[in-house]
């Protein structure tokens, strides 16, 4: 497709699950990020990968969370332990340079709905 | 740290109103600053951006000028439609250029 695209769209899970979910960005595009949306708020970012390389992860919450992008394309963020707060709406993002810096264009994915019970 | 405050939500509209969106940021320098817009059921869309200071950014009849003296970037439309509503979203970019800072978003609804 020529978009974003997120796998699966919505997730739901038992306290103490592992959950790993998908992103499929636009075909070469270098830049590749991960936010968290909570109910009624913005986007925080996690993670940002060019091309393989995970250059930010300040924004991941614990330890708990994990990304990986091992070819520069395909990115699988992985939740282990979910807990109740991590009940959210993950955002993937692609874009075609290198950098997220300014005057650059992200694409969004509609993400993926994480319900933890 | 870096940060956006948007005005509370929602705001409710008739056809061919006015629409302003308040903004205001706290960063070190003069990041660049955008709005982006999440139309139901869709992902986030860049709306407009401005990279420097006293900059207009503009796109399908909505414009935002970065002031910063004001630390502000209000969005406007002279003339909102029924498919304006949406959820918009102020955001900067990070100090090391690798992430956009969301303000919490201003739900938009707009009726004939």
Request: aromatic letters at 12%; a negative charge; glycine letters at 10%.
């Amino acid at each position: 497709g020529a978009g974003v695209s997120q796998s699966p769209r919505y997730k739901v899970a038992k306290r103490g699950q592992d959950v790993a979910l998908r992103c499929d960005p636009i075909s070469g595009h270098v830049s590749l990020f991960w936010y968290q949306q909570a109910l009624g708020q913005g986007p925080e970012f996690l993670t940002y990968f060019q091309n393989e390389a995970q250059l930010d992860k300040s924004g991941l919450p614990s330890d708990r969370f994990f990304a990986e992008r091992p070819e520069g394309s395909v990115s699988t963020l992985k939740i282990q332990r979910t807990q109740q707060e991590d009940s959210a709406v993950y955002l993937c993002a692609s874009s075609f340079l290198g950098s997220g810096s300014e005057g650059e264009k992200l694409f969004f994915g509609s993400g993926t709905q994480l319900s933890v019970l | 740290g870096d940060s956006v405050t948007q005005m509370e939500g929602p705001v409710t509209l008739s056809e061919e109103a006015f629409l302003t969106i308040n903004c205001t940021y706290t960063a070190t320098g003069y990041p660049s600053l955008f709005w982006y817009v999440q139309y139901p059921g869709e992902g986030l869309q860049l709306l407009l951006k401005a990279t420097k200071a006293d900059d207009k950014g503009s796109n399908k009849g909505f414009e935002a000028t970065y002031r910063k003296e004001t630390t502000s970037f209000h969005l406007e439309k002279g003339s909102v439609q029924v498919s304006d509503s949406a959820v918009y979203f102020c955001a900067l970019i990070n100090q090391a250029g690798t992430a956009l800072i969301f303000g919490k978003g201003t739900t938009l609804s707009v009726s004939s």
